[in-house]
Every structure is written in C-alpha cells, then in structure tokens.
C-alpha cells in the first residue's frame, strides 16, 4: 500500500517557475514508476509527465505540452516525485495529481487507469 501527498501547488505568474512535490509512504517506493496528471476545471485529467523506476534507469516521458518546460525527477531515499514546472502558461492552470504504479511502464504511461494509486490533489493557478 502507498499514500502519495502532493505539495508544493499554489500561484504564480505567467513565465514563472514552480516545483510539485509528491511524497509516499510505505518502504518499497523505489519499485513504482510514478506519473503527474492534472485536471482543470471543465476537463477530463490528463497526463504530464511520469518516471519509471530506476533499473530502467528511471526513463522519463512527458506530454507533448509540457515538453522541454517540464521536468520530472525522483529521490527514491526520500521517497518524492518532483515536477519541476518552468515557462508557466495559464492553460498549465488545474489540479495537480500524482500517481504510482507498481512496476515499470513499457507503454501507456498516459493512461489513468494504469496506475494504481492517487494523491489528493494540488492546485497550480498561472496568472496572466
């Protein structure tokens, strides 16, 4: 079992930089490829970005929006996903979620249905 808790949300102004945090518990978090989505109001959740784990080198695939203004990386020794958001826009304003599957991804890493845990949620607002 992981819990996952996002942090690290809040506002910032077109152009500007923010860093997502997602902490898990339990001890085997090294064992699960963790993604980021977000959800903004009106859509359906949509992938970002996810990282797979580190015998696979820890491989990252990232949504073609977000490509080269994202970046997401891990600390398996403290357990936490980052996404490290530059060149905000105001369309990257939604609900932040992270979620972990156990395992690696060979393919669909934008599929919400593969994962198999979710975190509550962080709000990104981008101002213009």
């Known amino acids: 079992q992981v819990q996952l808790v996002e942090s690290g949300g809040g506002l910032v102004q077109a152009g500007g930089s923010l860093r997502l945090s997602c902490t898990a518990s339990?001890?085997?978090?090294?064992?699960?490829?963790v993604g980021w989505f977000r959800q903004a109001p009106g859509k359906e959740r949509e992938f970002v970005a996810t990282?797979?784990?580190?015998?696979?080198?820890?491989?990252?695939y990232y949504a073609d929006s977000v490509k080269g203004r994202f970046t997401i990386s891990r600390d398996n020794a403290k357990k936490t996903t980052y996404l490290q958001m530059n060149s905000r826009k105001p369309e990257d304003t939604a609900v932040y979620y992270c979620?972990?599957?156990?395992?690696?991804?060979?393919?669909?890493?934008?599929?919400?249905?593969?994962?198999?845990?979710w975190g509550q949620g962080t709000q990104v607002t981008v101002s213009s």
């Open positions: 990282i797979n784990i580190n015998w696979r080198g820890g491989s990252t």
């Open positions: 339990g001890r085997t978090f090294s064992s699960y490829a």
């Open positions: 979620a972990a599957r156990a395992g690696t991804f060979y393919s669909g890493t934008y599929r919400p249905d593969l994962y198999d845990y």
